[in-house]
């Protein structure tokens, strides 16, 4: 009876357990597959955001520390003026000049013993000279350079006369560093202005830090206004080659040269970049992941 009961048992069909054995497989394969996908969304996203940093990161590494963002309307404006045929230097408006060129055609055609239409021309010549001596553009840099930071000064000034604020000083250093810039670009060998450059770009730097501080309201109208980017102001600046180089100071001239290891990473980045732009983006991985539930 032993023996019997033994062999019924091993010829037993194993229906019930078999029936387990074939949907386990396909609940633990599901949850396996479901698992990967989560994985691969989650490597995917981390990627993805690195990526964004990091192309953050570049565009404000693009931002010029000097100049600050090319194309800035208030320093466009102030170098426009600068240029017109109505402005004089020496302090002298118009309007004084006009009235001072007029008095004295009008009391050399009362004293004229000769022909009055030689006196207008006499006149005419004298005001061609007068306005040619006093216009703006052929006053001396330092004439220029003072009659614009004075029109700085105006537009930034709290209050009438102001000299001291934060902004006023920071925009007047502006000012000078676009105008000593474009100097040293055309002296190379000029290194104490391109010390002094770099004086004026870290002492901006303090200032509208110490703005920010005092308030952050004016301080990021100041910035907006002068072209420039809170990261700017807060990365540690140094006028070096390496700066020279990435910014065009002096043209395409080499200053710096990569060394094999730099430009092996750069070409590793660039690859991992591309290899991340070409995988599936987290909506496919999504639908991906809707289908495989759906078919569990």
Excluded at 84 to 91: D, H, R, S
Excluded at 109 to 117: E, K
Excluded at 176 to 193: A, G, L, P, R, T
Excluded at 220 to 232: E, F, P
């Amino acid at each position: 009876m032993f023996l019997r009961s033994t062999v019924l048992k091993v010829f037993t069909p194993l229906s019930g357990r078999a029936q387990f054995s074939t949907s386990l497989p396909n609940a633990a394969a599901a949850g396996y597959v479901k698992k990967s996908v989560l994985k691969i969304r989650a490597r995917e996203r981390r990627e993805i955001n690195e990526l964004k940093q990091k192309f953050l990161s570049e565009k404000n590494d693009n931002v010029d520390p000097v100049l600050g963002l090319p194309n800035n309307p208030f320093l466009t404006r102030i170098n426009a003026e600068a240029q017109e045929p109505n402005v004089l230097g020496k302090g002298y408006k118009m309007e004084d000049v006009e009235k001072l060129l007029f008095g004295a055609q009008q009391a050399a055609m009362a004293n004229a013993t000769y022909n009055a239409t030689n006196v207008l021309e006499d006149a005419e010549r004298q005001r061609e000279a007068v306005l040619r001596v006093l216009n703006m553009k052929n006053r001396s840099d330092a004439e220029i350079l003072k009659f614009k930071t004075n029109l700085a000064r105006e537009e930034f000034q709290r209050f009438e006369g102001d000299t001291g604020s934060s902004e006023v000083q920071a925009a007047i250093a502006t000012v000078k560093i676009h105008h000593i810039y474009q100097h040293c670009q055309e002296n190379k060998k000029d290194f104490q202005n391109v010390r002094l450059l770099r004086m004026l770009v870290q002492k901006r730097q303090r200032l509208l830090r110490y703005l920010k501080r005092d308030q952050p309201q004016r301080y990021y109208w100041a910035i907006n206004k002068l072209g420039l980017t809170d990261h700017v102001i807060h990365t540690e600046f140094n006028m070096d080659r390496a700066y020279m180089q990435k910014f065009k100071m002096y043209g395409d001239r080499v200053l710096v040269k990569e060394s094999k290891r730099v430009k092996e990473e750069v070409r590793r980045e660039k690859r991992k970049e591309n290899k991340i732009l070409k995988r599936k983006s987290l909506k496919e991985l999504r639908s991906m992941k809707k289908s495989l539930d759906s078919n569990a």
